[in-house]
């Protein structure tokens, strides 16, 4: 099973800072900033999570071309394709004549200078590991956009939003809480990715917060007995690793029925807004009692 972008983001995380050094001691120092781009009519987006920004800022219309994992919102999906993530597709991006192309670190920086070099206005961002990274990405696709005040606007409700249910969880006891990403193999959530504020910030406790890489076995992840376990969406497989799951009836989350499956587009690739919503849906899976009592 081929997993979709947003669990490759999630894998990919901790290690696309390093390989991002080494590509860029062979390219030309990048010039263009954010600042540049005043306004633009026409935008390329090069990443799911700028394209729900994008739309999240007013500016759904001016979307011209996307990747073909932009599927949020649903209005993207019939937007012109223009490659992946990773593999833009220039020739289409030259034949939309955008005045803006946005993309983020994780697009190939051989393809970004190709498209600087060929007149283009590209403006990338950082890969986030942090809410308040996805936050100040945010608001600088705001600035670059001419829609900073509407930027800052989201942000502050997507901050108050996320304070409030930290707030209520602190005081309820912390699950031990397992996130799996992968299955072939077993991959979970580190400390390293935007995945273990989820969790955190849910009142929870990551059980392999101590582990320098997800790639670890499913036998240890029995020996973490974990109280919940989240499944990551990779296609069709969240339910068959649930019915995986059933083969290890000790495990405290397989023995209270305590297995979800999340869906990777909305815990994966997040904006602000998305992600407060998230925190929510998985606060509500931690604490259920404490989310029972709350309607």
């Known amino acids: 099973m081929i997993p979709s972008f947003a669990t490759r983001m999630c894998r990919a995380l901790p290690v696309v800072a390093a390989t991002l050094i ?10 263009p900033t954010a600042q540049k781009a005043a306004k633009p009519l026409r935008i390329v987006s090069l990443s799911p999570a700028i394209t729900e920004s994008l739309y999240l800022l ?7 071309g ?22 833009p597709n220039l020739e289409k991006i030259l034949k939309l004549r955008p005045d803006l192309v946005l993309a983020m670190t994780l697009t190939d920086p051989r393809s970004i200078q190709k498209m600087r070099d060929l007149g283009l206005n590209v403006v990338t961002f950082s890969i986030s590991d942090t809410f308040s990274g996805l936050c100040d990405v ?18 502050g409700t997507a901050r108050a939003r996320v304070d409030a249910i930290r707030l209520r969880t602190a005081r309820l006891p912390k699950p031990g809480v397992l996130v799996q990403i992968g299955s072939k193999p077993f991959f979970v959530a580190t400390k390293d990715v ?3 504020d989820f ?7 990551n059980v392999f917060r101590d582990v320098a890489s997800g790639s670890v076995g499913r036998e240890e992840a029995v020996l973490r007995d974990p109280d919940v ?29 305590r297995i979800h499956i999340v869906d990777s587009d909305d815990v994966c690739s997040p904006t602000p807004v998305s992600f407060a919503k998230s ?16 309607r």
């Not at 007013?58 to 011209?64: A, D, E, H, T, Y």
């Open 279 to 294: 925190l929510g849906d998985i606060a509500a899976l931690l604490h259920p009692r404490e989310a029972k009592e709350r």
């Open 229 to 257: 376990i989240l499944i990551v969406t990779m296609g069709l497989s969240g339910d068959s690793e649930r019915v995986a799951w059933k083969r290890f009836p000790t495990v405290k989350a397989v023995r209270d029925e």
């Open 22 to 31: 080494i590509l860029s001691l062979t390219l030309p120092t990048q010039a």
């Open 194 to 196: 935007f995945m273990n």
């Open 138 to 155: 945010f608001l600088e696709i705001g600035r670059a956009t001419g829609r900073a005040g509407e930027a800052g606007r989201l942000v």
């Open 58 to 64: 007013g500016l759904g219309q001016n979307v011209i």
């Open 66 to 87: 996307v990747t073909t994992y932009c599927n949020k919102p649903k209005e993207a999906q019939v937007k012109e394709k223009v490659g992946t993530v990773m593999q």
């Open 199 to 205: 969790i955190e910030f849910a009142g929870g406790v």
